[in-house]
Nanobody, 125 residues
Framework: QVQLVESGGGLVEPGGSLRLICEISEFSYLYYNTGWFRQAPGKEREIVSCVDSSGAVTFYTDSVKGRFTISRDSARNTVYLQMNTLKQEDTATYYC??????????????????WGQGTQVTVSS
């Protein structure tokens, strides 16, 4: 089973930036759609952003459009989430996922989705 390891979370002030990193264990990751989800305390997990295996199709939830950018580096088996202009409501544990269903309008996990352990992002002054 593919393994994913997230890093890059931390404490940042409102308006600041962070870059989350997801390292994926298998070279066959090249064929996977991947994405980032988040879960805040007391709330359900929600989708943040996804990218398809080609890198040509991306999805962003409305609340992060224009602020977050997802990208992938095939040579490094790595997916990034650049988060700019962070807000307090972005505070959550962020999870990387591989093998998701993605279109320009949606991104959803499925029965084959693999998950990382999560990285905490706290936006606070």
């Amino acid at each position: 089973q593919v393994q994913l390891v997230e890093s890059g979370g931390g404490l940042v002030e409102p308006g600041g930036s962070l870059r989350l990193i997801c390292e994926i264990s298998e070279f066959s990751y090249l064929y996977y759609n991947t994405g980032w989800f988040r879960q805040a305390p007391g709330k359900e997990r929600e989708i943040v952003s996804c990218v398809d295996s080609s890198g040509a199709v991306t999805f962003y939830t409305d609340s992060v459009k224009g602020r977050f950018t997802i990208s992938r580096d095939s040579a490094r088996n790595t997916v990034y989430l650049q988060m700019n202009t962070l807000k307090q409501e972005d505070t959550a544990t962020y999870y990387c996922a591989a093998k998701v269903d993605v279109t320009t309008r949606s991104c959803d996990p499925n029965k084959d989705t693999s998950w990382g352990q999560g990285t905490q992002v706290t936006v606070s002054s």
